[in-house]
């Protein structure tokens, strides 16, 4: 493409362009390369309004890269014009290789965008049962993060090794690598640690995208992975911002790593006149009149006993665990009013034995 427009150059100073004809055919480019890009604008608008999919989602992504390459390629064109019979100067040359350079990679970038938000099209996370949607968004989103992170690591890279003199320091770097090498490690040693914890956590996936977890005794769900930490919501809608490591290193509870639905337990301390059976009916009954039971799990069993009180657990099922946390709170309530209202007796209590004294 720069070779062509450099041949309509040279073919444009042999003709000997005056200055008022440079400003014509700058006028001209411009207004051409605008036009251009609204007929490209108005015909993709007019198929994403067809397709409702690909397309409303490509021009989206891209409007803005295909404008800035508009216009760099216009300013090629008239860095030509104004400057008939001579040569680029090492400076407008260079500009051009570093706006090519990263524009071609911010194509790059929307390219990647598009092709996860196409494919994450596919999956509903707020489905009920969504572990596979959750497995592929969080593997998506970790990996279009390292590619994106990597590929700006490259291109600036490259960018930097268009001066001479970072060049000819790269050059020597390269010779002494391992020096270089084990000074960068340790320099980037926790940044290095954090990528390839996320890069361990796209692949096992000790944690997905809306995973219920329990770290540093708050009970939350995962609502950001990046590359370097990972964004917790808590239950009362503060933030967790806890680092990718954690999760690699540390123990934590995830209530759906296999799958959302989770059984609810409710204590009970009560006296040991307490009519256990009556109590199963009315657990039983109580389950059966709420929707947040999934009818899958109901068990009322004596777990302990002690000198003072016996205790009584109740194990649930639920759908998920929100539902599992109100339907624990739902069937404590009932049966603590049950108790009192039909069995007060039953309650805990300490009992105290006094006896008559017999020494006259």
């Not at 692949?203 to 997905?208: A, D, E, G, K, N």
Request: proline share 3%.
């Amino acid at each position: 493409m720069i070779g062509i427009l450099e041949r309509i150059l040279n073919e444009w100073k042999l003709a000997g362009n005056s200055t008022l004809s440079g400003l014509i055919i700058a006028a001209s480019v411009l207004l051409a390369s605008l036009l251009t890009y609204f007929l490209l604008s108005l015909l993709l608008t007019r198929i994403r309004k067809e397709s409702g999919t690909l397309g409303k989602i490509t021009w989206k992504k891209f409007r803005n890269p295909v404008l800035v390459l508009f216009l760099l390629i216009d300013f090629i064109i008239l860095q030509g014009v104004f400057t008939p019979g001579q040569q680029t100067s090492p400076v407008v040359r260079h500009f051009i290789t570093i706006a090519v350079i990263f524009c071609i990679t911010w194509l790059m970038i929307r390219s990647i965008n598009l092709a996860r938000e196409m494919i994450l099209r596919q999956y509903d996370i707020s489905d009920k049962d969504n572990l596979k949607a959750r497995k592929v968004y969080t593997q998506f989103r970790v990996l279009e993060r390292i590619i994106i992170f990597v590929l700006i690591l490259i291109s600036i890279a490259v960018a930097l090794m268009t001066f001479d003199g970072i060049k000819r320091i790269g050059i020597s770097l390269f010779a002494s690598a391992g020096v270089a090498g084990i000074i960068i490690g340790f320099a980037a040693q926790k940044l290095l640690g954090s990528i390839l914890a996320g890069f361990q956590i796209a692949l096992t996936q000790p944690i997905r995208i809306d995973d219920v977890v329990i770290v540093e005794n708050e009970w939350g769900r995962i609502e950001e992975i990046t590359l370097t930490y990972v964004v917790v919501s808590i239950w009362d809608k503060r933030r967790l911002i806890v680092p990718t490591t954690y999760f690699i290193e540390k123990p934590f509870q995830n209530w759906t790593r296999v799958s959302a639905d989770i059984l609810g337990t409710v204590f009970i301390y009560t006296d040991y006149q307490v009519p256990v059976d009556e109590l199963r009916k009315e657990f039983s009954r109580i389950l059966e009149g709420t929707p947040l039971w999934d009818g899958k799990t109901q068990v009322m069993q004596v777990t302990n006993a002690t000198d003072r009180s016996i205790e009584i657990r109740a194990l649930m099922s639920a759908a998920d665990s929100p539902k599992a946390w109100d339907l624990r709170v739902l069937v404590r309530e009932k049966l603590i009013g049950f108790l009192q209202k039909n069995y007060p007796d039953s309650l805990p209590r300490t009992r105290i034995e006094m006896t008559p004294r017999t020494d006259g």
